[in-house]
């Protein structure tokens, strides 16, 4: 009897002292945190410093949520590697809250091209609600979900991470309504997979949804458009993009699109003219020898670059007219095709 009472209240009072310690770093965090907010780094960093990170790490209901402020005080203070470290040990714990991750915080992770902070995140939601569970997962985390998916997915194509972009989008609970950037990313890469119907039904709800528009935007609804054999759509997407922003990448990249499509089909005009003509001229004993797409015949010192400048085109697109070339070795008198194959 008296060793069973003169243990109880030795665990009693390791108890209470570890929801001390709980909740006393639970109210310094928040002081952290408001700091950080009104741009006091300096005193946020001499505020978390009086936690016991000893005590805080051994205390499992602590350790993640002081981690995840460790990691928002080194991206304020410009450290990404070092944030992006403890964000990762936060999410490993298990135990972090994933409502308590800011938008700020993975906006910074975007920024600066931190991919595993983001995949690391993406991967826990995905993990925290399975699709077999998103029924009954409450509308919040349903909402938490998709909001923050949408968030990274459209930072990994917004940089032209198209895999993992649409790793993320389709992780999206469809049965809510999507944030109209994400149907039309989903468009996009529909196109780039040649996906067409389903690219037409994204793009549809994007019309629906939508309600701001920028120069991205505008640029990636001309591409789905054009993609999908809506001219009128697309060169009427692409003069607003002309008017509204005038001296954006976008808009220059569409200004260089319509005049090489103008050059294309004036140059195709040329080639019509020139058969007609030969045709006209001899008699039709046998198939002309003239070629209906012009080909170049490479001099000494000539490169592929040389000849996209010369003939309104790109390195790319020579190169597949030309399959068989290979860019660094390619000899003199080879014929280059400076047509696409009829």
């Known amino acids: 009897?008296?060793?069973?009472?003169?243990?109880?209240?030795?665990?009693?009072?390791?108890?209470?002292?570890?929801?001390?310690?709980?909740?006393?770093t639970l109210i310094t965090l928040s002081h952290v945190k408001a700091y950080l907010l009104i741009g006091n780094i300096k005193q946020a960093q001499k505020t978390f410093d009086t936690i016991n990170t000893i005590d805080t790490i051994g205390n499992p209901q602590s350790m993640p949520n002081t981690l995840l402020t460790l990691a928002e005080l080194r991206a304020a203070s410009g450290d990404a590697e070092g944030a992006q470290q403890t964000f990762l040990q936060a999410?490993?714990?298990?135990?972090?809250?994933?409502?308590?991750i800011s938008v700020t915080l993975i906006d910074y992770f975007c920024t600066e091209k931190k991919w595993p902070a983001?995949?690391?995140?993406?991967?826990?939601?995905?993990?925290?609600?399975p699709d077999d569970n998103i029924q009954n997962a409450s509308p919040t985390v349903n909402h938490l979900k998709n909001s923050a998916l949408t968030q990274i997915g459209l930072c990994f194509f917004n940089a032209q991470r198209f895999d993992e972009a649409q790793r993320w989008l389709q992780q999206l609970d469809v049965t809510q309504q999507l944030d109209?950037?994400?149907?039309?990313?989903?468009?996009?890469?529909?196109?780039?997979?040649?996906?067409y119907p389903t690219a037409q039904q994204l793009i549809n709800q994007y019309e629906v949804t939508k309600n701001k528009i920028d120069a991205k935007m505008l640029w990636t609804a001309f591409e789905v458009y054009r993609a999908l054999e809506q001219p009128e759509i697309a060169n009427q997407i692409g003069e607003n993009l002309y008017s509204l922003f005038p001296n954006n990448e976008y808009t220059r990249n569409y200004i260089l699109t319509?005049?090489?499509g103008e050059r294309m089909i004036r140059r195709q005009q040329k080639i019509n003219a020139l058969i007609q003509t030969t045709d006209s001229t001899f008699e039709k004993k046998q198939p002309t020898s003239f070629p209906e797409v012009p080909f170049h015949?490479?001099?000494?010192?000539?490169?592929?670059?040389?000849?996209?400048?010369?003939?309104?085109?790109?390195?790319?697109?020579?190169?597949?007219?030309n399959p068989n070339l290979v860019i660094d070795d390619i000899s003199i008198g080879t014929k280059i095709r400076i047509l696409p194959i009829p």
Request: proline share 2%; charged share 20%.
């Open 1 to 24: 009897m008296l060793l069973g009472c003169s243990t109880s209240p030795t665990d009693s009072t390791k108890d209470h002292s570890s929801i001390h310690v709980a909740d006393a």
């Open 91 to 100: 999410l490993d714990s298990g135990l972090l809250d994933k409502k308590s």
């Open 118 to 129: 983001l995949q690391g995140y993406a991967s826990a939601l995905v993990a925290s609600v």
């Open 180 to 195: 109209s950037q994400a149907y039309l990313a989903l468009a996009r890469m529909a196109v780039e997979q040649k996906q």
């Open 258 to 260: 319509v005049k090489r």
């Open 297 to 321: 015949i490479m001099q000494k010192g000539e490169t592929l670059y040389q000849l996209s400048k010369r003939y309104g085109v790109t390195t790319p697109e020579l190169m597949s007219w």
